[in-house]
């Protein structure tokens, strides 16, 4: 199995249980509250350590309060040797999820934001030829990241979130060898706002050396590589918390190239993955283990 590198965000996640979402100035009763961590890095070096049962390595900051953030990921089987720890908070989580289990969140980086060219270079300095970069769009200097890991020849895997306006225009996107992203994602990257399956065609042809994974929420998701097409359903099942499916998704389809499963497996065992996540509250303790998923699929055929 090649080595897993992600350079990504761990944040606290400060969860409120809502009727519904607020509004501009209306204030509101949260019905609970919760805290977990989370963070779309920490959530998806989980999923993958899950999956794949080693061989994941986790590259970013905490602030002096993020310990158990830190625990979160040794506990799951992450390698958090190239973590560092820096002064000030780290980043945090405001996270609104409604009675239907949709959410909405607010992100602040904290010590996400506060990578140095330094660091990075140190970190990739371990990692080379084949390996896996997983990165997301909630940490600085990820332009630098890209091309420096493409030096190596890493492969990278970009799960373009959140998408701004400086992503689109400005990240060496050609860099990429797999987008794992949503349809809202993948139109802003690729211009399109028809059909899932024009986006998917509209990102093909932007990104014609890419293998695009475009997930489409209850549709499930779409896959395009070359002259290769894919799609998968969604598994049916009761809906609590959505909040990391997408990283729970990422996390077990990346371990499964990292592998050498085909994509087709992979989309099966990342959609098993992130059925059994959204049937449990919390983003991190949500994500489920290989055997879980192994028994899950065994019993649904």
Not at 123 to 131: E, I, Q, R, T, W
Not at 253 to 272: D, I, K, M, N, T
Not at 289 to 296: K, P
């Amino acid at each position: 199995m090649n080595q897993i590198l992600n350079f990504g965000s761990l944040n606290q996640d400060r969860t409120y249980h809502v009727k519904e979402f607020v509004q501009a100035g209306e204030t509101i009763l949260a019905q609970g509250y919760e805290e977990f961590c989370g963070g779309k890095g920490l959530n998806q070096s989980i999923a993958a350590a899950r999956a794949a049962g080693g061989a994941v390595y986790h590259g970013g900051a905490v602030g002096t309060d993020g310990a158990g953030l830190v625990e979160a990921l040794k506990g799951s089987g992450v390698d958090v040797r190239y973590l560092q720890t820096l002064e000030g908070p780290s980043g945090h989580a405001i996270i609104q999820i409604n009675e239907r289990g949709q959410n909405c969140i607010i992100v602040y980086g904290g010590t996400n934001v506060k990578l140095t060219r330094p660091y990075i270079d140190g970190v990739l300095d371990n990692f080379g030829a084949g390996d896996f970069l997983i990165l997301q769009n909630e940490i600085n200097e990820v332009p630098y990241i890209m091309e420096r890991a493409h030096r190596r020849g890493m492969r990278l895997v970009f799960n373009p979130s959140p998408i701004t306006k400086e992503l689109c225009e400005n990240y060496p996107l050609d860099l990429v060898e797999y987008f794992i992203l949503n349809e809202i994602e993948g139109a802003a990257l690729s211009g399109v706002t028809g059909s899932n399956q024009e986006v998917l065609e509209g990102l093909h042809k932007r990104f014609p050396d890419a293998a695009i994974v475009l997930t489409v929420g209850d549709q499930g998701v779409l896959y395009a590589r070359g002259e290769e097409r894919l799609s998968r359903g969604i598994y049916s099942v009761p809906v609590v918390d959505t909040t990391a499916a997408g990283d729970t998704f990422c996390g077990y389809f990346v371990a499964a190239l990292a592998q050498g499963l085909p994509a087709e497996e992979g989309l099966r065992r990342a959609s098993a993955a992130a059925a059994l996540a959204v049937s449990v509250m919390g983003a991190a303790p949500s994500i489920p283990n290989e055997s879980q998923v192994s028994a899950f699929l065994e019993e649904r055929g």
